[in-house]
């Protein structure tokens, strides 16, 4: 695959149906670039997130946000090796967690899909307006609490990186091939119809 030139997902990915092309737009590069993101672009993330659906409208999740270089440099502490070595570029890192108790006092079934559907929405206003977002889940979640001083009853999910997109050619030689648009599974691997299994007709 040729990285000169940057990709275009909606050459690589093709759907079944038709959708809003922003769905095909977004996918997750290692690649950043290191300028900063405008305040008021970053903060219209969190405005998308804020309209996401939860059980009870109880819009478990919460977001800790990493800008400086100090509190990049929190987060690095706990992010693994790995990651570390293509989100240090990243201007911006994000930690989504959600809360364990709902208003009630009772224990939420439903807190961590609530929080994955608010980065949904994060993560596509993002693509929106033309940022790179990507999540991770190899960092240590226990010192993520302990270094940000997270109470028991809230639990992290992923680390996010958010910036501009950057070149392939800046990754690790083993990154940069796999730094493309991926695929996606036919509908009929994830639908069934009726009952678990039974395949749906077309």
Request: aromatic share 10%; glycine share 4%.
């Amino acid at each position: 695959m040729n990285n000169q030139k940057p990709v275009n997902p909606e050459t690589v990915r093709r759907t079944e149906y038709e959708i809003d092309p922003v769905y095909l737009r977004r996918w997750s590069s290692r690649s950043f670039d290191s300028r900063p993101v405008e305040e008021h672009v970053l903060m219209s993330l969190f405005e998308a997130a804020r309209w996401a659906t939860s059980a009870n409208n109880e819009q478990p999740w919460r977001f800790i946000v990493a800008q400086t270089a100090e509190e990049r440099e929190r987060f690095y502490s706990f992010i693994s090796e790995s990651n570390r070595e293509w989100c240090a570029k990243a201007p911006v890192l994000i930690l989504v967690l959600s809360a364990k108790i709902n208003s009630r006092g009772n224990v939420s079934r439903s807190h961590a899909f609530d929080a994955g559907t608010a980065w949904a929405y994060l993560a596509l206003e993002a693509a929106r307006k033309g940022l790179n977002s990507r999540p991770m889940g190899g960092f240590d979640r226990e010192k993520a609490k302990e270094v940000l001083q997270i109470p028991d009853d809230f639990e992290p999910h992923i680390v996010a990186a958010v910036g501009y997109r950057g070149p392939a050619e800046a990754l690790p030689e083993r990154l940069r091939e796999r730094d493309t648009p991926s695929l996606r599974k036919p509908i009929e691997d994830t639908l069934f119809r009726g009952v678990f299994g039974q395949a749906i007709q077309r």
